[in-house]
């Protein structure tokens, strides 16, 4: 099922191979509740509890791609949920920062990260808006939850040469990717239009 999964995903356009076989390799049924575990191998989103998401795989799959990971780059992501998204990382041989503010989903993918021995580098209960700055600079920041704006913070994280992926908009999104060029300079490319939960502010 999880190759017939990659196939998909190629054939709508996923073209790394290293992208496709991390998504072969993760067991994404197991990161649904039991109930909705049939479904895992379709490519959608669903309920994780929290009115959370798991990402459809063919998104994953495209921010994993636009980060462009080599092996141990150091990479934040904010909006843990489920950690399907920090698993398909960690198979890319990243360094994983992991930021989730919802407590109850926190603990939750807390335990099934000790119980299969994935192994973010951090993994931190806090509001993604303010980045990580006592880590950084990142090769890579990728945003899983729809931002109403870009938080500047988030782009100060960068490395000259890192890449921000954060789909930007408050009911549709637009998926933007920006590169750092220098200090001062960003290039920004937009990348087509998806829909996520909201990346909320201010709850900690
Ligand atoms: N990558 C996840 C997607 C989960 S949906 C997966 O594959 O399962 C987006 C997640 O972002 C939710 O868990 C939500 O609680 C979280 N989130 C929302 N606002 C946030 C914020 N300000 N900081 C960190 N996480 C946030």
Redesign the pocket.
Known sequence: MRNKLAETLANKGIADRKVLEAIKAIPRHL?LDSSFEDHAYQDKAFP?G?E????QPYT?AFQSELLAIKPDDKIL?????????TAVLLQLKARVYT????LE?FKKTKLFFSKMGYRPKKYIFG???KGLPTEAPFDGIIV??GAPYVPNPLLAQLKIGGKLVIPVGDEDQIMTLFVRKSEREFVKEELGSFR??????DKN
């Open positions: 990161f994780i929290a959370q998401t798991i990402s994953v992501e904010i909006g843990t949920g489920s950690g399907y998204q930021i989730e503010r919802q989903l509001d993604g808006y899983t939850a996520f939960v909201p990346l909320l502010e």
